[in-house]
């Protein structure tokens, strides 16, 4: 059964940090894209970061609102996915979700298609 499991989130004041992870069962994350995305309410879900490993290269991308701040990770061992949040602001807060897309076609670097998704995990940024 393909599970992910988000946890990580809370509450923390601006400029503060945190750890989300997302525990994968049911697939190896190293053979998918793993991505984190996330939204606030009335506001569409957005792309925070993703990660993939295609032959011996492995990729990874940052949005530009959290390039510095945040990295996103994968531990194979743990069959896990990480984002490390740093430097938070209030316009951080959102539900956060991970997700997991097939590999990108030969010839494209993009995920598409994301077809399995956590519960998510709240993040807090108060000021």
């Known amino acids: 059964q393909v599970q992910l499991v988000e946890s990580g989130g809370g509450s923390v004041q601006a400029g503060g940090s945190l750890r989300l992870s997302c525990a994968v069962s049911?697939?190896?994350?190293?053979?998918?894209?793993m991505a984190w995305f996330r939204q606030t309410p009335g506001h569409e879900r957005e792309r925070v970061a993703f990660?993939?490993?295609?032959?011996?290269?492995?990729?990874?991308y940052h949005a530009d609102f959290v390039k510095g701040r945040f990295t996103i990770s994968r531990d194979n061992a743990e069959n896990t996915v990480y984002l490390q949040m740093s430097s938070l602001k209030p316009e951080d807060t959102a539900m956060y979700y991970c997700?997991?897309?097939?590999?990108?076609?030969?010839?494209?670097?993009?995920?598409?298609?994301?077809?399995?998704w956590g519960q998510g995990t709240q993040v807090t940024v108060s000021s």
């Open positions: 990660v993939y490993t295609r032959g011996m290269a492995r990729r990874s």
């Open positions: 049911g697939f190896t994350a190293s053979s998918y894209c």
């Open positions: 997700a997991a897309a097939p590999l990108p076609a030969a010839g494209t670097s993009q995920c598409v298609g994301y077809n399995s």
